[in-house]
């Protein structure tokens, strides 16, 4: 028994702080339902691959792992808390002149780290092996042996799996320290890093790069709005605060830098938080996106208050509110203590909505229009089959490459989707989330995986020009594809500028002929108005609205 009461009191009760984060986690993801994004992610694990839509693939295996173990929230979130405590454990190995009690005091002020740190997110395992990486990078620094090379490498190979934001924190620790580009051992790790990550590479060219086209090029936004980047800067206060945030960062900021492991930390901290502000100027930047930084913000914090003898007395005084603010917020993701308040509304009652219909579909599998989370949430609370159906108009996911559709071509299913979408409606369905329109569809049929690739890039034009466009089906499928006889399908297109979408034009040209053809040649008619579009080419399949079939093309409509 004084082993075990030694152990946890030792080093300033270093070890039970780490156990009371992990049991608090593992209560917290026990009890809470999944957000809508952690839903989705689980449907990643049920298609093991090396990249899909949005992420890399590391969120879906640390699901897989832990899913295995616990089939209910639990095991959706078990790795990732366990992550998320390893986290605290590194970042605390890391800070040369230790003071355990500060460290708590940082760490408890930062309210997002104590509640993100339980969800099946991408950011977690970035945080985590951002961790290690500096870890890793400093036992490299201190020994440039092979061993350690091997590590830099693979720890660099673990961030870029977990999300791409990784590379920021290489580049700058390179812009940090110029000599590692004389450091042949470095090379040597950067191979490393390429040779492992090379499937994810691969899964990128073979999809034809369909990440670096949605967050590069498809989430831009028209024009630059003020409140992007006022919402990036107040969302950093919040990320790392909510109430000290400001003052954590200033810490992190004035320190004193003493050798070349800190100067990377100071390096990433800096561009990783001017990169994204700069980003602003692009569209909306999501506060979350700058998570990576959290260890080089608690150990360079921690340093300036330690080395300037700063008084820490508002972290302090603080802290109480802050940890009560957190357990409001722990409470209210297990218990909705204020109905009818939305605040996060996809935290609950997502038993309830899926049996209603569940009840509806007696049966049938459900396809939910221009949604990735409700099909994710359905199938994870009734494991019946779901589906996300993704209009030329509304975002692609990572339900445009899976062939789910396959499992309900010619069968009954119901159709979901939100009042005036256009689409036949059988009857509606009130929900705790609102009231939604379905169709019951005696078969059906659509075609998000075939492909038509266009021979152009750009087009030039007049107004109401017709252009013969070049394009070569390609059937993701695999497989003869069954048809609808009653309702034939066809193909389309459709225009979009950057701020409104033209109405889907349909062609004469059938499904069924095109896909039997190495290429063909379809008539566009251009809009009426001068300007810059994007169009895209799309499949009309019965009553289903046009899906995703095509990159896009710019298209320049000259007066």
């Known amino acids: ?57 590391m969120i879906a295996l640390l699901i897989k792992i832990g899913y295995s173990i616990f089939h209910n929230e639990l095991g959706v979130r078990l790795l990732v808390v366990m992550a998320n405590t390893v986290t605290l454990w590194i970042t605390a190995k890391l800070i040369a002149s230790k ?17 993100g740190g339980m969800l099946a997110v991408p950011d977690v395992p970035l945080i985590f092996f951002a961790a290690l990486y500096f870890w890793a990078y400093r036992t490299f620094l201190a020994k440039q042996s092979w061993k350690n090379t091997l590590l830099l490498g693979i720890a660099m190979a673990l961030m870029f799996y977990s999300k791409y934001h990784g590379i920021l924190l290489v ?38 790069f369909p990440s670096l086209q949605y967050h590069l090029v498809e989430r831009n936004a028209s024009s630059y709005d003020i409140t ?58 999501e506060a979350n996106w700058t998570v990576m930084v959290f260890t080089p913000v608690v150990i360079l914090a921690h340093q300036t208050l330690v080395r300037k003898s700063w008084s820490r007395k508002w972290l302090l005084y603080t802290l109480p509110v802050t940890l009560l603010l957190v357990l409001v917020v722990r409470v209210y993701m297990v218990w909705d203590f204020m109905p ?17 219909v569940a009840a509806r579909a007696a049966g049938r599998p459900v396809v939910f229009i221009n949604s990735y989370q409700l099909p994710s949430k359905y199938m994870f609370y009734t494991g019946q089959l779901s589906y996300s159906l993704n209009s030329r108009y509304s975002r692609r996911s990572q339900y445009n490459y899976w062939d789910t559709e396959t499992e309900l071509w010619g069968k009954p299913a119901m159709v979901v989707f939100e009042p005036g979408a256009g689409l036949p409606i059988t009857d509606s369905l009130k929900t705790i989330h609102g009231t939604w329109d379905y169709n019951m569809q005696a078969a059906y049929y659509s075609y998000s995986l075939i492909q038509l690739k266009p021979a152009l890039k750009i087009i030039t034009a007049r107004p109401r020009e017709q252009v013969n466009v070049i394009l070569q089906p390609h059937n993701g499928y695999h497989r003869p594809i069954p048809l609808d006889r009653t309702n034939e399908a066809v193909l389309g297109y459709g225009f979009t500028t950057t701020d ?20 063909i040649n379809l008539p566009v008619v251009m809009p009426d108005k001068p300007g810059e579009y994007q169009l895209k080419f799309c499949v009309f399949a019965g009553d289903m609205p046009p899906t995703h079939n095509s990159v896009a093309i710019k298209v320049v409509v000259k007066p």
């Open 500 to 519: 409104e979408s033209l109405p889907p034009v349909k062609t004469s040209m059938s499904l069924e002929k095109a896909v039997l053809r190495r290429l």
């Open 99 to 115: 003071d355990n009690k500060l460290f708590y005091i940082i760490i408890g002020s930062l309210g997002a780290m104590q509640i």
């Open 1 to 57: 028994m004084g082993a075990i009461i030694r152990f946890f009191t030792r080093r300033q009760y270093k070890n039970l702080f780490l156990l009371t984060w992990l049991v608090l986690g593992l209560l917290q993801a026990c009890y809470s339902e999944l957000w809508d994004d952690e839903a989705y992610y689980w449907v990643y694990s049920r298609h093991m691959d090396w990249g899909y839509f949005d992420h890399p693939p």
């Open 340 to 356: 009818g308040v939305e605040i996060r509304p996809e935290i609950h009652h997502n038993k309830e909505w899926t049996s209603q």
């Open 171 to 208: 580049f700058f620790t390179v812009l940090s320290n110029m000599n590692l580009l004389r450091v042949f051992k470095f090379y040597v790790a950067c191979i490393i890093t390429t040779v492992l990550f090379f499937p994810h590479i691969y899964w990128q060219i073979a999809h034809g």
């Open 228 to 285: 992007y980047t006022l919402d990036y800067l107040g969302g950093q206060l919040l990320l790392f605060g909510p109430l000290m945030g400001w003052l954590i960062l200033y810490y992190a900021f004035r320190c004193p830098i003493q050798n070349t492991f800190e100067r990377a930390l100071k390096f990433s901290l800096v561009g990783v938080l001017v990169f994204f502000l700069i980003s602003t100027f692009k569209g909306r930047v």
